[in-house]
């Protein structure tokens, strides 16, 4: 399946090395000391691309171990410095340099190269000492901070070796990472046109069902950002802990903030600003577990494939077609996705298939549920119960929805276990079982009252649902539709038409089609009924085969 290419952008490791010793380090001084304090900048070539490094140093916490080294090597230096080699993308190349002013632009990488002996130490801003840990059986060596961005992140260990080269350091230094180098952050991301981008921070999309839907307060991990003070969808998060990621992709094991987020400035820009639109990422979170992240091929390889699977799931679920053609006249666009300085929307047989997040099957699961249970109508205890349950919003006991709600022990005990189903129970303890669930029994208590005409009409269209024989893979079909807006009609007999807003765009509208026939054809359904349908969309009636690629047929 040919799909979008995400771009590198953050990243963040340690890349540790031993085979030299403290020699890189001592090398590093002296360099500085016969360029007074740092290097001109110095140019290099990798993979064709053209770089420039420079090396400079900072001043040093890290105390001073006397003539020798615990392990005996001779420190002939008066003072304990840090080395930086800094580089950038030549300003003539980056797409955000500036030649003429000496200015690289946002392709860097800086490599901050530490000593590293055991039993060293290192005295803090308040004057306290305390030890720097070393890796168990490492030895002597140096410990290299890497920070960079927008730069592929198995470029990042060739990157130092060959900047080091252009310094004048032993490429050898850098050649063999320690099996103790770790990756610390990494995100993968791409630019979308803001006008396609609701459907991924809408209340109902992914971002959100993701933190909603993947939730146990009970264990694992689960945070759901949603800030919209700036401009709708600024600033969405859900980060999910590895527990929580394997409910949706199972052979996934690191934990991942999925983001979709504006740059800031972003609402005061015009519109045709390529920063005026969002990126949606996905992001290593190392705080998130107890497990490392080393900075092996094979880790790298698997950090790559695991945010770009989670980042394309994630935009298909959201309805956007992953893997677009060309479809205008402009290079910077391809279908829903925009260019910028450093994404490039490339469409590669390569790319990561798409998981179907199958929330859609989970929201639509606890939604029959609750309206099963609207629909058979809840006792006076039941109701009081679901009421404290949804405004405390964590876990309570039974004696305390009790005590709160002026009711018998036993009473709430018998109303608890005829709405097991909507709960989750822990400790002699209990809760609404997510907080979807919660959100439609808040608002079903609080209005149960006044809208009971139309609980009855609920509890109607599902016996009527029953009746006309809606399976269970058809309510897939009927929640998919639901999900992204396709007002769908067509009794049994009707012609089949599929209705969307206008504000959603023609690429979208094809894809959504697709996927809606292939959730048809798994429900059983006729193949030439869904055919023969229309769409209506911004105003136009068209024949649903001409979304299907099989040709436009008369409008009768």
């Not at 030890?131 to 198995?154: C, H, L, Q, T, Y």
């Not at 995100?187 to 109902?204: F, K, M, Q, T």
């Not at 992240?293 to 494939?305: G, V």
């Not at 205890?381 to 709160?404: C, K, N, R, Y």
Request: net charge negative; aromatic share 8%; hydrophobic share 35%.
């Amino acid at each position: 399946m040919k799909t979008v290419t995400p771009q590198a952008h953050e990243f963040a490791a340690n890349f540790l090395y031993n085979d030299a010793g403290l020699q890189p380090w001592f090398a590093c001084d002296a360099i500085i000391k016969n360029a007074d304090g740092a290097t001109d900048w110095r140019d290099f070539s990798l993979g064709g691309d053209r770089y420039q490094a420079q090396l400079y140093y900072q001043d040093s916490g890290i105390d001073h171990p006397g003539d020798t080294t615990p392990a005996g090597t001779p420190v002939k230096v008066e003072t304990i410095r840090e080395f930086r080699i800094q580089v950038r993308r030549h300003p003539e190349e980056d797409p955000l340099g500036n030649p003429d002013a000496d200015e690289g632009g946002e392709q860097t990488a800086n490599f901050h190269i530490a000593p590293r002996w055991p039993g060293m130490t290192a005295t803090g801003d308040d004057g306290e000492s305390y030890e720097i840990p070393v890796p168990d059986g490492f030895g002597e060596g140096i410990n290299v901070a890497v920070k960079g961005s927008n730069i592929r992140f198995s470029t990042y260990a060739p990157l130092v070796r060959i900047a080091a080269t252009a310094l004048g350091l032993n490429p050898d230094y850098f050649t063999d990472r320690h099996p103790s180098s770790n990756i610390q952050d990494a995100e993968r991301y791409v630019r979308l046109e803001a006008d396609e981008s609701g459907p991924v921070h809408a209340r109902n999309g992914p971002i959100a069902e993701l933190g909603h839907l993947l939730e146990s307060d009970r264990s694992g991990y689960r945070k759901l950002v949603q800030d919209d003070t700036e401009q709708a969808g600024h600033y969405h998060t859900a980060t999910l802990g590895p527990k929580r990621v394997r409910e949706a992709f199972p052979d996934h094991r690191l934990p991942v903030e999925v983001k979709h987020y504006y740059g800031r400035e972003s609402a005061s820009m015009d519109a045709d600003e390529t920063l005026a639109n969002p990126k949606v990422g996905v992001s290593y979170q190392v705080s998130r577990w107890d497990s490392t992240l080393y900075a092996t091929d094979e880790d790298l390889t698997r950090l790559e494939r695991e945010l770009d699977r989670v980042l394309v799931s994630v935009l298909a679920d959201a309805g956007l077609d992953v893997g677009p053609q060309h479809d205008t006249d402009s290079d910077d666009r391809r279908g829903a996705f925009l260019a910028d300085a450093y994404f490039t929307p490339e469409v590669s047989e390569r790319g990561p298939n798409p998981v179907q997040l199958d929330l859609t099957r989970l929201r639509h699961e606890q939604e029959s549920v609750v309206i099963r249970h609207l629909s058979d109508g809840f006792s006076p205890v039941q109701w009081d119960s679901l009421e404290t349950l949804a405004a405390d919003g964590g876990e309570v006991s039974p004696a305390d929805i009790a005590e709160q709600n002026d009711r018998h022990i036993n009473s709430v005990y018998r109303a608890l276990q005829g709405i097991d189903d909507l709960l989750d129970r822990a400790r002699g303890e209990v809760a609404l079982g997510s907080d979807h669930i919660a959100e439609m029994v808040l608002d079903a208590v609080q209005q149960a009252r006044e809208r009971t005409q139309q609980a009855v009409e609920t509890a109607a269209k599902a016996e009527e649902a029953v009746e006309r024989g809606l399976t269970d893979r058809m309510s897939a079909f009927v929640a998919f539709c639901a999900k992204h807006g396709i007002d769908h009609s067509g009794g049994k007999d009707a012609r089949l038409t599929l209705r969307f807003g206008d504000h959603v765009a023609e690429a979208s509208v094809r894809f959504r089609v697709k996927r809606a026939f292939e959730l048809w054809i798994d429900a059983g359904r006729d193949r030439e009924r869904f055919i023969m349908g229309h769409v209506e969309h911004d105003g136009a009636r068209r024949q649903l085969s001409h979304y299907l690629d099989l040709g436009v047929g008369p409008l009768r």
